[in-house]
């Protein structure tokens, strides 16, 4: 049995180890890209990144539940396990691709739902996120803290968009409301870091519809930070809301009820 002291220096460890095959990937520059049936980027490096990844979990926590987007995306929402590592090898990989420093490895683990180990690890921008269940969150082992902002007005928010370009039209009411009613908007690419943002308070709020993969780790790490998390939207029955990625709104807590508001009236 491992304590979750112990999970969490074990996930940095490997999260940082994946760091390091990103970062000689991309000075080698020796990766393929391809698309995939829904338009997303991945490469050879995702991959390879996610067989390490699954190596060392398997290695370190043999039997465990592993849910990933490269190799069991199939299995997003059916995972009524009681241990369940979530995982993104790269997270962002079209700034990966094109050379962006918003990319990051994902690790979240989960027991019986609940989301109780997060590490979100930024290889080019020398930032490892971390969090445990009533531990607190940290970047660089630092103790950090989601923001003091309470007026929508002086809140930036962070958000991203689906690749097939005719689902984003239907998100222009709420990205239209956002930019009438708060500070800004960026619009990073990597859902992980967004999240991590809002842990150490340099985004207000952030609100998004992803994958599992995208979001447990950095939603761990927001809540330990004292973010408020939560869904526009109803949870399925039978679905973890740790694990259920549509709708998310993460947010400092002065602000989250007004953020959730002016969203919902947007879509109306």
Known sequence: MHTLEERLALTIS????????IRKARAEQSFSQRLKADEELVTDVDVAVDQLIRQRLNGYFPGEALLSE????????????????????????????????????????????????????APFLNETFSAAEGLGAFCNQQPIQAGKVSLLAETLVGTGFPYQKEARLALMPRL??????????????????????VACGRLGAYY???????????????????????????????VPADL????????????????????????Q
């Open 14 to 21: 490997i999260a940082q180890e994946a760091g390091e095959l």
């Open 70 to 121: 490269e190799l069991a995306p199939e299995r997003a929402l059916d995972a009524n396990v009681a241990k369940l590592w979530v995982v993104d090898p790269i997270d962002g990989t079209v700034n990966f691709a094109q050379g962006l420093k918003h990319v990051a490895v994902s690790i979240g683990w989960m027991e019986e739902g609940v989301g109780k180990v997060g590490v979100v690890h």
């Open 176 to 197: 239209g409301a956002v930019l009438a009613k708060c500070r800004d908007v960026r619009r990073n690419g990597a859902a992980a870091l967004d999240l991590c943002d």
């Open 208 to 238: 998004e519809t992803v994958s599992p993969w995208d979001f447990v780790a950095g939603w761990v790490i927001a809540r330990e930070a004292g973010a408020t998390v939560g869904h526009l939207a109803a949870i399925p029955e039978g």
């Open 244 to 267: 259920y990625p549509k709708e998310l709104l993460v947010a400092a807590p002065a602000v989250y009820q007004a953020m959730e508001r002016l969203l919902l009236d947007a879509s």
